[in-house]
């Protein structure tokens, strides 16, 4: 199974932004661009909660907290996958990780200082 693997998190003051990466090493070209995909967070003592998705024709779903800030886009021609996160606040402090069906990365830690 391949696994995800993300990157560009990192510390940023609140009102900042950060673009993080997701690619998936040894995916099949098909197979990335025929399946949905997503980004969750979660913070410390906290569930794993779904950010957005992007289904294989680029419709998105974002969750209430994040509309209108984040964006989330894939690259299907370099099998990535990002999420462009602008006027972060200290609340979207957490570990972000990128699904595709049953596979998870590592997670990316955004910290956001107030």
């Known amino acids: 199974q391949v696994r995800p693997v993300e990157s560009g998190g990192g510390l940023v003051q609140a009102g900042g932004s950060l673009r993080l990466t997701c690619t998936a090493p040894?995916?099949?070209?098909?197979?990335?661009?025929?399946?949905?995909w997503a980004w969750y967070r979660q913070a410390p003592g906290k569930q794993r909660d779904l950010v957005a998705t992007i289904n294989l024709r680029g419709g998105t779903v974002y969750a209430d907290s994040v509309k209108g800030r984040f964006t989330i886009s894939r690259d299907n021609s370099r099998k990535r996958v990002y999420l462009q996160m602008t006027s972060l606040k200290p609340e979207d402090t957490a570990v972000y990780y990128c699904?595709?069906?049953?596979?998870w990365g590592q997670g990316t830690q955004v910290t956001v200082s107030s």
């Open positions: 699904n595709q069906g049953s596979a």
């Open positions: 040894g995916i099949i070209t098909s197979v990335f661009n025929s399946d949905d």
